[in-house]
């Protein structure tokens, strides 16, 4: 049975920075693809970042690139996901996904979700 639990979220002025993480069991963790989406109040879920199973590719949605950092170690069966520069705008609640590409941006094409892990960036 495949779990994702996210942890690392929680309130943080404008231009902080915080990083989550996400601990990943009942998969073979090294040969999977992971990714973070995010889902802002009244807003659709959407791609923040992901990450191949080798960790050697990795993608960005235009709103982060820049500013945030995706990484893995298969040592340790965890995925990060390192914010900085934190806006308003970035506030949502986070999930670390699981069962995808990293090249697919659709929540639907991704099989296994953590419960979330909520962010709050305030001005």
């Known amino acids: 049975q495949v779990q994702l639990v996210e942890s690392g979220g929680g309130s943080v002025q404008a231009g902080g920075s915080l990083r989550l993480s996400c601990a990943a069991s009942?998969?073979?963790?090294?040969?999977?693809?992971f990714g973070w989406f995010r889902q802002a109040p009244g807003k659709e879920r959407v791609l923040a970042a992901s990450?191949?199973?080798?960790?050697?590719?990795?993608r960005y949605a235009d709103a982060v690139e820049g500013r945030f950092t995706i990484s893995r170690d298969n040592g340790k069966n965890m995925v990060y996901l390192q914010m900085n520069s934190l806006k308003p705008e970035d506030t949502a609640i986070y999930y670390c996904?699981?069962?995808?590409?990293?090249?697919?941006?659709?929540?639907?094409?991704?099989?296994?979700w953590g419960q979330g892990t909520e962010v709050t960036v305030s001005s």
């Open positions: 996904a699981t069962g995808g590409s990293y090249l697919t941006r659709y929540p639907s094409s991704w099989n296994y």
């Open positions: 009942g998969l073979t963790f090294s040969g999977s693809a």
């Open positions: 990450i191949s199973w080798s960790g050697d590719n990795t």
